[in-house]
């Protein structure tokens, strides 16, 4: 086992090597596959004979491993068991022993644990943790309070359910009583060692995790841990929401300390306990507003406390939203004070923000931006004063608006030298004339009818944008994100004059104005009115179109190293959004865009760095795609194939899924050519195992899979790849999370090749089935087989029919198909509800009850029940299309990124009819095609009408037929 241990340590330290890491990588998940491999990364992570930074490396590398490996879609583990049970024996223990950095990974790997353990198939846990606290040892709590903190705030977002409750009582019957024991013993740990820093430091450390532990134990209901202690618990809080010891005080003014997150967090958990609970906490928030008061009139302007002050900030702002709390703020001279001491100060641009506008651009747009998560002191104040205008909305207009003017006034008097005054007098106009907040789409969408939102552009700021020269650029930022933040109340008409002084100020040679122009040129594209017409029409920004993406892409490209091509992904989503409304006026400009995208994939795929950035870029390819292929399908499959080629040899897995998806959408885009030859190469080596095996790649495989099939059906067919294929189908099967994926597949090969081709797999196609059917039956796996079942029954133009689908049933297993169509096919059709699958369902049965010899001689009741379950598809309506025409807005900030899978919003499949022969009319065709039927077979179908159908089926039927 040592030497095994040392070449694993070896390899973890190449993973660190520039150089030679993406070997390591690669060696490092072969490695996995071995029996064992997990507890040798713990045997590193653990032990002190190796360097630090190899043992970080094997406790990341352990904490991947988990997150792959730990559990399959269905929860069953994919470990050995004996594996499971060290690592849920030995991982607590560990992390009280190591290193802080180390601990945080090990933290996230039980967190992964627990999220499909905890608490059945790990009831053990707390009473683990529980019985590693120590009250005199800060460094051993730390480790086990990060492992609760880790498992416990999952509970934050989750809905109200039985079970969630269930799993939080669990934890508080036993860890209730030791935290608050734990508690009290720090507070007394921290008065003995307030000399000693390096105690003290570790004492806060804790102190930090367990104010964030009273949030997560009290997130989802009051704990009668609280409940039964209120008053020592309010004691312990305020106590530290104060405390101040020269030890604590961090030597940057940029970084804040542990005292200030401690602070911080003690101020989050007491604006949950107003918010949710003031019934029990309400007795004590005046001591806290008074604290947050005097923690705002005297705390220093320094970075360092901005997280302290947008945190005291919330908390003011929740209790303004409590009547009884409000009335504090009711006259004139308390919101002078107010907004003189608290408000201003924090509005205010302050010489930081300065410094990061020039020095880090992107990070002050992204700290900036409306709907950011980040805590600024401008954004708390903002949503302060809103809070409380929305109490006393007129008495906060009048005296904001007096502040307001007086620094336009002091702006007048010298523009050159009072610059900041206008910035601040535009944020305080703003925060009195916004109600709510901003959405992602529209902006602000409801505003003061104190104040007007036009007037106050058209004689502040309309100027700033028309200016060339003298203005610090701080203000032109202030005049365009006013437009975005009220783009919703602004009229078409006002847009119509304003847009293009947006679009000139994408050539601004300032990082900060040209991004704000770009995000706010993009939004106003986005935008629809009430009746879904766009605000900007596309023939407004067609003839820019050329000029406006050649601008773009240079901006984005003007530093050629990729992390700052893909820095920026305003400037990235801009391109995306101009390409979606321009639609097919971009093939004129199909070479530049082309060169463009591909010039940027080539520098990013080097090293992704920035996921937003590179959804937007893949977004705008397919974008491009989508508009532009079909006029120049060959190009586009040539142009593109090399750089897409060169992701999947450098194996850049976050690229792949998008990759498939534009390799897919390319083929799609031109569906009756052949298979050019460089698809036919891809063939194999998609077909390979390890290319199955990140699941955010599954999706996009079988699209493009399902879109190679039908051009490349006879090439498939030569190199006997049908196998291959269908053994994916079988490997997608065995799981729910991948079994329609499955289908997916197998109905592209069934759609593409003669009942001939596949008839020797049938059989053991529809056995797999069955024992899936069988042992695990899901809702969508049963829909997703009678979906199936019609698509196959319907195919005659292929050789395929029901009768064809009952004989490879019936070798399964003999009289098989009885059953399945009974209790399966007939009552399930019904619940299909999207309108294509109805269709293939009728379509399926008319041909049954029209050709089927089955169904005519064996299944003699049979026709008569198909006959009915087609009425009923008929008579009761399918659910209405929606418009596959618009690219739906996705909120890009809600998507989880990385290993899973992103769907590209511009090429989403779009539903194709497999049966255009049928017409609208679906019952006219149905009547016309049995007609037809019964006079080919000597009036066989009339015959059985009459002699198989009740009185009610036989009349509506007839009523198709003689239509």
Not at 481 to 488: H, P, Q
Not at 505 to 524: C, D, F, K, M, Q
Not at 763 to 768: A, G, N
């Given at each position: 086992?040592?030497?095994?241990?040392?070449?694993?340590?070896?390899?973890?330290?190449?993973?660190?090597?520039p150089?030679?890491?993406?070997?390591?990588?690669?060696?490092?998940?072969?490695?996995?596959?071995?029996?064992?491999?997990?507890?040798?990364?713990?045997q590193?992570?653990?032990?002190?004979?190796?360097?630090?930074?190899?043992?970080?490396?094997?406790?990341l590398?352990?904490?991947?491993?988990?997150?792959?490996?730990?559990?399959?879609?269905?929860?069953?583990?994919?470990?050995?068991?004996?594996?499971?049970?060290?690592?849920?024996?030995e991982?607590?223990?560990?992390?009280?022993?190591?290193?802080?950095?180390?601990?945080?990974?090990?933290?996230?790997?039980?967190?992964?644990?627990?999220?499909?353990?905890?608490?059945e198939?790990?009831?053990?846990?707390?009473?683990?943790?529980?019985?590693?606290?120590?009250?005199k040892n800060?460094?051993a709590?730390?480790?086990?309070?990060?492992?609760?903190?880790?498992?416990?705030?999952?509970?934050?977002?989750?809905?109200r359910?039985?079970?969630?409750?269930?799993?939080?009582?669990?934890?508080?019957s036993?860890?209730?009583?030791?935290?608050?024991?734990?508690?009290e013993?720090?507070?007394?740990?921290?008065?003995?060692?307030?000399n000693?820093?390096?105690k003290?430091?570790?004492?806060?450390?804790?102190?930090?995790?367990?104010?964030?532990?009273?949030?997560d134990?009290?997130?989802?209901?009051?704990?009668?841990?609280?409940?039964?202690?209120?008053?020592s618990i309010?004691?312990l809080l305020?106590?530290y929401?104060?405390?101040?010891?020269?030890?604590?005080?961090?030597?940057?003014?940029?970084?804040?300390?542990?005292?200030?997150f401690?602070?911080?967090?003690i101020?989050?958990?007491?604006?949950?306990?107003?918010?949710?609970?003031?019934?029990?906490?309400?007795?004590?928030?005046?001591?806290?507003?008074?604290?947050?008061?005097?923690?705002?009139t005297?705390?220093?302007?320094?970075?360092k406390?901005?997280?302290?002050?947008?945190?005291?900030?919330?908390f003011?702002?929740?209790t303004?939203?409590?009547?009884?709390?409000?009335k504090?703020?009711?006259?004139?001279?308390?919101?002078?004070?107010?907004?003189?001491?608290?408000?201003?100060?924090?509005?205010?641009?302050?010489e930081?923000?300065?410094?990061?506008?020039e020095?880090?651009p992107?990070?002050?747009?992204?700290?900036d931006?409306?709907?950011?998560?980040?805590d600024?002191?401008?954004?708390?104040?903002?949503?302060?004063?809103?809070?409380?205008?929305?109490?006393?909305?007129?008495?906060?207009?009048?005296?904001v608006?007096?502040?307001?003017?007086?620094?336009?006034?002091?702006?007048?008097?010298?523009?050159a030298?009072?610059w900041k005054?206008?910035?601040?007098?535009?944020?305080?106009?703003?925060?009195i004339?916004?109600?709510?907040?901003?959405?992602?789409?529209?902006?602000?969408t409801?505003?003061?009818?104190?104040?007007?939102?036009?007037?106050?552009?058209?004689?502040?700021?309309?100027?700033?944008?028309?200016?060339?020269?003298?203005?610090?650029?701080?203000l032109k930022?202030?005049?365009i994100?006013?437009?975005?933040?009220?783009?919703?109340i602004?009229?078409?008409?006002?847009?119509?004059?304003?847009?293009?002084?947006?679009?000139k100020?994408?050539?601004?040679?300032?990082?900060?104005?040209?991004?704000?122009?770009?995000?706010?040129?993009?939004?106003?594209l986005?935008?629809?009115d009430?009746?879904?017409q766009?605000?900007?029409s596309?023939?407004?920004?067609?003839?820019l179109?050329?000029d406006?993406?050649?601008?773009?892409?240079?901006?984005?490209?003007?530093?050629p190293?990729?992390p700052?091509?893909?820095?920026?992904?305003?400037?990235?989503?801009?391109?995306?959004?101009?390409?979606?409304?321009i639609?097919?006026?971009?093939?004129?400009?199909?070479?530049?865009?082309?060169?463009?995208?591909?010039?940027?994939?080539?520098?990013?795929?080097?090293?992704p760095?920035?996921?937003?950035?590179y959804?937007?870029?893949?977004?705008?390819?397919?974008?491009?795609?989508?508009?532009?292929?079909?006029?120049?399908p060959?190009?586009?499959?040539?142009?593109?194939?090399a750089?897409?080629?060169?992701?999947?040899?450098?194996?850049?897995?976050?690229?792949?899924?998008?990759?498939?998806?534009?390799?897919?959408a390319?083929?799609e885009?031109?569906?009756?050519?052949?298979?050019?030859?460089?698809?036919?190469?891809?063939?194999?080596?998609?077909?390979?195992?390890?290319?199955?095996e990140?699941?955010?790649?599954i999706?996009?495989?079988?699209?493009?899979?399902?879109?190679?099939?039908?051009?490349?059906?006879?090439?498939?067919?030569?190199?006997?790849?049908i196998?291959?294929?269908?053994?994916?189908?079988?490997?997608?099967?065995?799981?729910?999370?991948?079994?329609?994926?499955?289908?997916?597949?197998?109905?592209?090969?069934?759609?593409?090749?003669?009942?001939?081709?596949l008839?020797?797999?049938f059989?053991?196609?529809?056995?797999?089935i069955?024992?899936?059917?069988?042992n695990?039956?899901?809702?969508n796996l049963?829909?997703?087989?009678?979906?199936?079942?019609?698509?196959?029954s319907?195919?005659?133009?292929?050789?395929?029919?029901?009768?064809?689908f009952?004989?490879?049933?019936?070798?399964?297993?003999?009289?098989?198909?009885?059953?399945?169509?009974?209790?399966?096919?007939?009552?399930?059709?019904?619940?299909?509800?999207?309108?294509?699958?109805?269709?293939?369902?009728?379509v399926?049965?008319?041909k049954?009850?029209?050709?089927?010899?089955?169904f005519?001689?064996?299944?003699?009741?049979?026709?008569?029940?198909?006959c009915?379950?087609?009425?009923?598809?008929?008579e009761?309506?399918?659910?209405?299309?929606?418009?596959?025409?618009?690219?739906?807005?996705?909120?890009?900030?809600?998507?989880?990124?990385?290993?899973?899978?992103?769907?590209?919003?511009?090429?989403?499949?779009?539903?194709?009819?497999?049966w255009?022969?049928t017409?609208?009319?679906?019952?006219a065709?149905?009547?016309k095609?049995?007609?037809?039927?019964?006079?080919?077979?000597?009036?066989?179908?009339?015959?059985?009408v009459?002699?198989?159908?009740?009185?009610?089926?036989?009349?509506?039927?007839?009523?198709y037929?003689?239509?």
């Open positions: 086992m040592a030497a095994n241990l040392g070449a694993v340590a070896q390899l973890l330290e190449a993973s660190l090597d150089r030679q890491n993406k070997q390591a990588e690669l060696t490092l998940r072969q490695e996995e596959k071995k029996p064992g491999f997990s507890l040798s990364l713990l590193i992570t653990a032990s002190a004979d190796y360097p630090y930074n190899t043992r970080l490396a094997s406790a590398c352990f904490k991947n491993l988990i997150r792959r490996n730990w559990v399959d879609e269905d929860g069953n583990y994919k470990l050995p068991q004996d594996e499971v049970i060290t690592i849920k024996r991982l607590i223990n560990l992390m009280t022993n190591v290193p802080g950095g180390i601990q945080t990974q090990l933290g996230e790997a039980a967190s992964v644990i627990a999220d499909s353990d905890f608490w198939r790990w009831d053990t846990l707390v009473a683990d943790l529980v019985s590693r606290l120590d009250p800060p460094a709590n730390i480790g086990v309070l990060t492992v609760a903190h880790s498992i416990f705030r999952r509970w934050r977002p989750l809905f359910s039985d079970e969630l409750f269930t799993e939080i009582l669990h934890v508080l036993t860890f209730s009583t030791p935290y608050l024991a734990l508690f013993g720090l507070d007394a740990f921290i008065e003995e060692n307030k000693d820093k390096e003290l430091t570790q004492a806060f450390t804790q102190l930090n995790l367990m104010v964030k532990l009273m949030y134990l009290n997130c989802q209901d009051l704990s009668p841990m609280v409940e039964d202690n209120v008053q309010a004691n305020l106590k929401l104060v405390y101040d010891n020269q030890l604590l005080h961090t030597d940057d003014d940029t970084e804040s300390g542990v005292l200030e401690v602070r911080a967090g101020f989050e958990v007491s604006t949950l306990f107003v918010q949710k609970y003031s019934d029990v906490f309400g007795p004590h928030v005046d001591q806290f507003v008074a604290n947050s008061w005097n923690l705002l005297t705390v220093g302007q320094e970075t406390y901005d997280i302290l002050v947008s945190k005291a900030l919330q003011l702002t929740s303004t939203g409590i009547p009884e709390h409000a504090l703020f009711e006259n004139e001279s308390t919101l002078s004070q107010v907004i003189e001491k608290v408000v201003l100060p924090n509005i205010a641009l302050r930081s923000d300065e410094e990061l506008f020095d880090e992107i990070e002050f747009i992204r700290r931006l409306e709907g950011s998560d980040s600024t002191r401008r954004r708390a104040a903002t949503d302060f004063v809103r809070q409380l205008s929305t109490k006393f909305e007129e008495l906060v207009t009048k005296t608006l007096q502040y307001t003017n007086h620094y336009l006034a002091e702006y007048s008097k010298d523009p030298s009072n005054s206008k910035d601040t007098a535009t944020y305080l106009f703003s925060a004339a916004a109600k709510g907040a901003a959405t992602a789409t529209h902006g602000i409801s505003i003061s009818k104190h104040v007007d939102i036009a007037n106050f552009f058209q004689n502040n700021l309309a100027s700033d944008l028309v200016n060339e020269s003298g203005l610090h650029p701080i930022v202030d005049a994100k006013y437009l975005y933040l009220f783009r919703g602004i009229t078409p008409a006002q847009w119509q004059e304003v847009f293009p002084m947006l679009v100020h994408l050539g601004s040679s300032n990082y900060v104005v040209y991004t704000y122009a770009a995000i706010a040129v993009e939004r106003v986005a935008f629809h009430a009746n879904g766009p605000i900007v596309a023939a407004n920004i067609t003839p179109a050329k406006l993406l050649q601008h773009l892409f240079q901006l984005v490209e003007k530093d190293s990729p700052k091509v893909q820095e920026n992904e305003f400037l990235m989503k801009c391109v995306m959004r101009v390409l979606i409304v639609k097919e006026a971009v093939v004129p400009h199909t070479d530049t865009v082309l060169e463009h995208l591909i010039k940027i994939t080539r520098i990013i795929s080097a090293n760095s920035n996921p937003r950035f959804y937007y870029h893949f977004e705008s390819m397919g974008a491009f795609i989508r508009f532009s292929a079909p006029a120049n060959e190009k586009l499959e040539q142009a593109f194939y750089p897409f080629a060169e992701v999947l040899q450098a194996d850049v897995q976050e690229f792949m899924p998008y990759v498939f998806q534009l390799f897919a390319l083929l885009a031109n569906p009756s050519a052949t298979l050019p030859e460089y698809y036919q190469n891809l063939i194999a080596p998609i077909l390979m195992p390890v290319m199955w990140s699941k955010g790649n999706p996009a495989l079988v699209r493009l899979l399902s879109a190679i099939i039908p051009r490349g059906a006879q090439f498939i067919l030569q190199n006997n790849q196998e291959p294929i269908l053994g994916i189908f079988q490997k997608l099967l065995s799981t729910k999370a991948n079994e329609s994926h499955g289908f997916d597949l197998l109905e592209a090969v069934v759609g593409s090749f003669p009942s001939s081709a008839e020797q797999y059989t053991p196609i529809i056995q797999v069955m024992t899936r059917l069988q695990s039956k899901t809702e049963q829909l997703r087989f009678v979906r199936f079942y019609h698509f196959v319907a195919r005659d133009d292929q050789g395929y029919s029901a009768d064809f009952i004989q490879v049933t019936d070798k399964v297993q003999s009289e098989l198909f009885t059953p399945v169509y009974l209790n399966i096919i007939l009552p399930e059709s019904q619940k299909l509800a999207r309108p294509l699958d109805r269709k293939t369902a009728v399926s049965f008319t049954t009850l029209a050709t089927s010899e089955a005519a001689n064996r299944y003699k009741k049979g026709w008569g029940f198909t009915e379950a087609l009425l009923k598809l008929l009761l309506p399918p659910l209405p299309t929606t418009g596959d025409d618009i690219i739906a807005e996705h909120d890009v900030d809600d998507m989880a990124f990385g290993v899973g899978f992103t769907p590209l919003n511009t090429v989403r499949p779009r539903p194709k009819d497999p255009p022969e017409g609208p009319e679906l019952k065709w149905v009547g095609y049995l007609k037809e039927a019964d006079s080919k077979n000597g009036g066989r179908v009339s015959g059985f009459q002699e198989r159908l009740s009185p009610e089926a036989q009349k509506v039927l007839v009523s037929m003689t239509a």
